[in-house]
């Protein structure tokens, strides 16, 4: 059974108190890039992986999408993602990513906001996106950064005041599951290289048109002081691929 800690009702608890919940995609640090690096989503057929609370799917529906499938494994996200990101355009299914039937050249656009690093298989999975988008068909996606997975605990190495000193940075190259905690609980991830990422891509036949390592926005950093330890070591990658 795929993990979900989204429908344990205390992480959920959780989850929904976090700025990215509360405030949407303005509440999450990263989304001014990767608002900048979307495509025109005008009359396109889009698939969202992972699609939580169901900001990106709105999003595309509301920047004139012609239909969007949005998936995810929890009924809790999905639940509340029909309550305050419906429209006619999406089509919200219960579903794990890893199972989803992707049907050959069935999208122009498949977009996957921090969830693959909860998978497996990214060459996998990338297989299976490269078969259901069309020819010249976008494929944008944002995960954990290897950096910011390797080590595993994903927390930073304080000092005797309890002031972050740095983040440590070990067992980069030892691909696989880690287990960090997060709101509280233990949840597996699992790590892999930028080098995996982009060959999983390149093999798989897309073509990188950008890659992100995206820093918070002027206005977060002016706003909440503790971003500025968000400039010490990357936090999230955003790529940008095209079907060859």
Same mark, same amino acid.
């Not at 989803?100 to 996998?124: C, P, Q, W």
């Given at each position: 059974?795929? *993990?979900?800690?989204?429908?344990?009702?205390?992480?959920?608890?959780? &989850?929904?108190?976090?700025?990215?919940?509360?405030?949407?995609?303005?509440?999450?640090?990263?989304?001014?890039?990767?608002?900048?690096?979307?495509?025109?989503?005008?009359?396109?057929?889009?698939?969202?992986?992972?699609?939580?609370?169901?900001?990106?799917?709105?999003?595309?529906?509301?920047? +004139?999408?012609?239909?969007?499938?949005?998936?995810?494994?929890?009924?809790?996200?999905?639940?509340?993602?029909?309550?305050?990101?419906?429209? @006619?355009?999406?089509?919200?299914?219960?579903?794990?990513?890893?199972?989803?039937?992707?049907? *050959?050249?069935?999208?122009?656009?498949?977009?996957?906001?921090?969830?693959?690093?909860?998978?497996?298989?990214?060459?996998?999975?990338?297989?299976?996106?490269?078969?259901?988008?069309?020819?010249?068909?976008?494929?944008?996606?944002?995960?954990?950064?290897?950096?910011?997975?390797?080590?595993?605990?994903?927390?930073?190495?304080?000092?005797?005041?309890?002031?972050?000193?740095?983040?440590?940075?070990?067992?980069?190259?030892? *691909?696989? =599951?880690?287990?960090?905690?997060?709101? +509280?609980?233990?949840?597996?991830? &699992?790590?892999?290289?930028?080098?995996?990422?982009?060959?999983?891509?390149?093999?798989? +036949?897309?073509?990188? =048109?950008?890659?992100?390592?995206?820093?918070?926005?002027?206005?977060?950093?002016?706003?909440? @002081?503790?971003?500025?330890?968000?400039?010490?070591?990357?936090?999230?990658?955003?790529?940008?691929?095209? =079907?060859?």
């Amino acid at each position: 059974m795929r *993990e979900n800690k989204y429908d344990d009702s205390e992480f959920f608890k959780q &989850y929904s108190l976090m700025n990215r919940s509360v405030n949407g995609l303005e509440g999450a640090g990263e989304w001014h890039i990767l608002r900048s690096l979307f495509p025109d989503f005008e009359n396109k057929i889009v698939l969202d992986l992972g699609c939580g609370f169901g900001w990106h799917a709105k999003y595309a529906a509301d920047h +004139g999408a012609k239909s969007v499938v949005a998936i995810d494994l929890s009924e809790n996200m999905l639940k509340k993602a029909i309550e305050i990101n419906s429209s @006619p355009k999406i089509d919200y299914q219960l579903c794990a990513i890893e199972d989803f039937n992707f049907k *050959e050249e069935a999208y122009d656009i498949v977009i996957s906001s921090l969830s693959f690093h909860y998978l497996t298989s990214f060459e996998e999975i990338s297989c299976q996106i490269n078969k259901s988008l069309v020819k010249g068909g976008v494929f944008i996606f944002s995960v954990e950064h290897p950096i910011f997975t390797a080590q595993g605990k994903q927390d930073w190495s304080y000092d005797t005041e309890g002031k972050p000193m740095h983040w440590p940075l070990d067992d980069y190259f030892m *691909e696989g =599951k880690r287990t960090a905690n997060f709101l +509280g609980a233990d949840v597996v991830k &699992y790590h892999r290289t930028l080098t995996s990422y982009i060959s999983s891509l390149l093999n798989n +036949g897309f073509e990188i =048109k950008a890659l992100v390592e995206p820093t918070p926005s002027e206005l977060s950093l002016l706003e909440i @002081p503790e971003m500025k330890n968000e400039l010490r070591r990357p936090m999230f990658l955003i790529i940008s691929a095209l =079907k060859k």
